[in-house]
Every structure is written in C-alpha cells, then in structure tokens.
C-alpha cells in the first residue's frame, strides 16, 4: 500500500489559522475524492471531522475545513482554540476496497 | 446509538495468535456498512488492518502488510465482528480499534464515523 505523507507537526497561536498537508505517493488521493480526517485526543479514540475531502459531519465545528488539489490533500483550522491541540490523521480510500491512514501530525496550539 | 466495545485477552506471547472480538450494540451488523479493525502502536500512527461485511454473504478486504496474518470474521447470531492475527511479534504491540465504515459515494464516503475505545494488546513473553 502507498503512504499518505503528512508533516509530523504544526503549530499556530490562538485565532490564527493553520493547514494541514496529506500528501499521497502514489495517485490513491488524487484519484477518488474520499479523503477523511480525524483529530484524536492522547488515549482517546479517534474521531472523524472531515469525510469525501471537504464534508463535515454534524456537530462538528465550521472552524474545520478540507481541500483538494491534485494529489495533496488539505485540513484547514480556523480560529484556533486551544482545545484543537491534539494529533490529526488523514486517510483515503486506495482502490479495492482497501484504506490507507497518514502518519499523522501533532499541532501544538501556542 | 450505535456503540462499538472491543474485548479480549490483553496480553500474548510471541509467534500466538492474537484475538478479539468487537461487539456492536444498538443497531445491526447486518448492514450494508463494513466493519474495521484498526491498530495504533503506541506512540505511533494509525494503520488500516481489514474490513468485513455481511449482506447475505461475507466479504472481506485486508491491508496488504498484513494479509498473510489477517482473518476477520463475522457472527451474525452475536452482532460481533472479530479479528485474528497470527505469528506476532512486539511489532504486533498496539491499541486496537474496531470501527464502521460506509463504503462508496454516499453515506460516509468511506470515512470511518463510529469507533471503539480501543483495546491494548500487549505481545510480550
């Protein structure tokens, strides 16, 4: 399976933005618009903020955005609180019915 | 609600089998979701171990590291869902996690929307 490359770490100060890069090696994100995103808390499970690239599901903040471009997928944070200080994974669908998850990347809220 | 509850032995010796089974509360298995396991080493990432599905007949999709090793299987009759891993190692050391997913251009678009809490399973002699 192909790697979703992600930085390992972002940071931003309170209110600012920041974005989040996913980069896939192969064509596995720049070939189906099903990149998903999670923000997972330390010893907690994941939990899922961004579904089919930029869709978010109900309940979860305005303030979380995703893109595309071609094989580079994006998550954006806006007006950054500290409760966003945790680690963010992307993942895509890789054909066949397989997934793949990013490495992750911490962003540290300043 | 739908609720996901991972369970079994939290601690296996090297070149064992590892065990577990998610059991699914609050709604049906036998949906036209999939159902995931997922591992986070500690300290680590997260990685996509395989899915199953059960709509009359059970289909199963792993990750290709890890199919030599992989079954998952479904119990209808106990609305579970279990995972088996062979041959481990402390490589195998993790939070396993199981989770649904809806597969296509609708629903969640693949994305996983409900998990566990996650087990650690620990391979160590």
């Known amino acids: 399976q192909s790697a979703l490359t992600q930085p390992a770490s972002v940071s931003g100060s309170p209110g600012q933005s920041i974005t989040v890069s996913c980069t896939a090696t192969?064509?596995?994100?720049?070939?189906?618009?099903?990149v998903s995103w999670y923000k997972q808390h330390p010893a907690k499970a994941p939990e899922l903020i961004i579904y089919?690239?930029?869709k978010r599901p109900s309940g979860v903040s305005d303030r979380f955005s995703g893109s595309k471009s071609g094989n580079t997928a994006s998550l954006t944070i806006s007006g950054l609180q500290a409760e966003d200080e945790a680690d963010y994974y992307c993942?895509?669908?890789?054909?066949?019915?397989?997934?793949?998850f990013g490495g992750g990347t911490r962003l540290t809220v300043l | 609600q739908l609720q996901l509850q991972e369970s079994g032995p939290r601690l296996v010796k090297p070149s064992e089998t590892l065990s577990l089974t998610c059991t699914v509360s609050?709604?049906?298995?036998?949906?036209?979701?999939?159902w995931d396991w997922i591992r986070q080493p500690p300290g680590k990432g997260l990685e996509w171990i395989g899915s199953?599905?059960?709509?009359?007949?059970?289909?199963?999709y792993y990750n290709p590291s890890l199919k030599n090793r992989v079954t998952i299987s479904v119990d209808t009759s106990k609305n579970q869902f279990s995972l088996k891993l062979t041959s481990v190692t402390a490589a195998d050391t993790s939070v396993y996690y199981c989770?649904?997913?809806?597969?296509?251009?609708?629903?969640?678009?693949?994305?996983?929307?409900?998990w566990g809490l996650g087990t650690m399973v620990t391979v160590s002699s």
């Open positions: 993942c895509s669908y890789a054909g066949s019915s397989t997934l793949v």
């Open positions: 609050g709604g049906s298995i036998t949906t036209s979701y999939y």
């Open positions: 199953i599905s059960y709509t009359g007949n059970t289909y199963t």
């Open positions: 089919a690239v930029s």
């Open positions: 192969s064509s596995d994100v720049g070939n189906y618009n099903l």
């Open positions: 989770a649904r997913h809806y597969p296509g251009y609708s629903g969640n678009y693949y994305a996983f929307d409900i």
